[in-house]
């Protein structure tokens, strides 16, 4: 019988080797065309990227989620001024 009290609950780590830290995402490039569909689909849609990623042919719901998220995030601001910098 488990030693822990009753209301403790199991813990899993479901995070497996596979996945990588969003701090380890590459920059996604995108066309002008491809960033300004995105965000006018965002804001028609919201984070339906599922649908985003229907209207760009070759590109995967992930990789755009992933896209929004870098461009938008707070997190990434300081990585995106490096890259800028770096690719100037």
């Known amino acids: 019988m488990d030693k822990r009290p009753r209301k403790q609950a199991k813990t899993r780590s479901s995070k497996s080797e596979a996945e990588v830290s969003s701090i380890e995402w590459d920059f996604i490039k995108m066309t002008e065309q491809e960033e300004?569909?995105?965000?006018?689909?965002?804001?028609?849609?919201?984070?339906?990227?599922?649908?985003?990623?229907?209207?760009?042919?070759?590109?995967?719901?992930?990789?755009?989620?992933?896209?929004?998220?870098?461009?938008?995030?707070?997190?990434?601001?300081?990585?995106?001024?490096k890259h800028r910098t770096k690719n100037s």
Do not use: Q, S, T
Request: glycine residues 8%; charged residues 40%.
């Open 36 to 81: 300004d569909l995105i965000c006018r689909m965002y804001r028609l849609v919201g984070d339906r990227w599922d649908l985003i990623a229907g209207r760009l042919p070759g590109r995967k719901p992930e990789e755009i989620e992933r896209f929004w998220i870098m461009r938008h995030g707070e997190v990434f601001a300081e990585k995106r001024n």
